[in-house]
T-cell receptor, first 113, second 116 residues
Framework: KAGVTQTPRYLIKTRGQQVTLSCSPI?????VSWYQQTPGQGLQFLFE???????NKGNFPGRFSGRQFSNSRSEMNVSTLELGDSALYLC????????????FGDGTRLSIL | DQQVKQNSPSLSVQEGRISILNCDYT??????FLWYKKYPAEGPTFLIS?????DKNEDGRFTVFLNKSAKHLSLHIVPSQPGDSAVYFC???????????????FGKGTLLTVNP
């Protein structure tokens, strides 16, 4: 059974640019959540999508946005990149979301120069 | 406001001994708790969970204990193996409420090193 796939694995951008990250959930999973991991900060919740609707949102600025397609694939976009956005971005999927055990992808490492 | 706290950034144990990882939470609405393990360059992997209606859940070498009155949970690994060396994250959620609690809130993680 294929796991959660995130692309690209690594990305280098400069300040002010924007970036789009992609996540393909496990087949049959309709919930996709995004997390940001920075050194010493653990995993911080960005947002969750279920059936193409944002169901939950964390405390991040509006520069962080996302969407989900009818096939449950999700994208996350960050506009006007800042140095502090350098992080590992993780995507997780589950069948119905919420508190169910989530299955994580290996993440996209974003570096801002 | 950190609602899930893992106060030990690191823990080192000898192979074959018990590893005990601790986690405290402040939100009394949390009623479902999970532990994840993360190796470098990989995403977190679900280990074990526990509902607030239980105080213990066991899966092979892994046991999670929940003390609701103290708002404390712990993960016991017995016996510890070198392959268990990883970062362990505690996570919590409120399953019966909506809004901002209906998501996983993670601690900052504890790096476990099991020495051969």
């Amino acid at each position: 059974k294929a796991g959660v796939t995130q692309t690209p694995r690594y990305l280098i951008k400069t300040r002010g640019q924007q970036v789009t990250l992609s996540c393909s959930p496990i087949s049959g999973h309709r919930s996709v959540s995004w997390y940001q991991q920075t050194p010493g900060q653990g995993l911080q919740f960005l947002f969750e999508y279920f059936s193409e609707t944002q169901r939950n949102k964390g405390n991040f600025p509006g520069r962080f946005s996302g969407r989900q397609f009818s096939n449950s694939r999700s994208e996350m976009n960050v506009s006007t990149l800042e140095l502090g956005d350098s992080a590992l971005y993780l995507c997780a999927s589950s069948k119905t979301g919420g508190s169910q055990p989530q299955h994580f992808g290996d993440g996209t490492r974003l570096s801002i120069l | 406001d950190q609602q899930v706290k893992q106060n030990s950034p690191s823990l080192s144990v000898q192979e074959g001994r018990i590893s005990i990882l601790n986690c405290d939470y402040t939100n009394s609405m949390f009623d479902y708790f999970l532990w994840y393990k993360k190796y470098p360059a990989e995403g977190p992997t679900f280990l074990i969970s526990i509902s607030s209606i239980k105080d213990k859940n066991e899966d092979g070498r892994f046991t999670v204990f929940l003390n609701k009155s103290a708002k404390h949970l712990s993960l016991h690994i017995v016996p510890s193996q070198p392959g268990d060396s990883a970062v362990y994250f505690c996570a919590a959620s409120a399953t019966y409420t909506g809004g901002s609690n209906y998501k996983l809130t993670f601690g900052k993680g504890t790096l476990l090193t099991v020495n051969p």
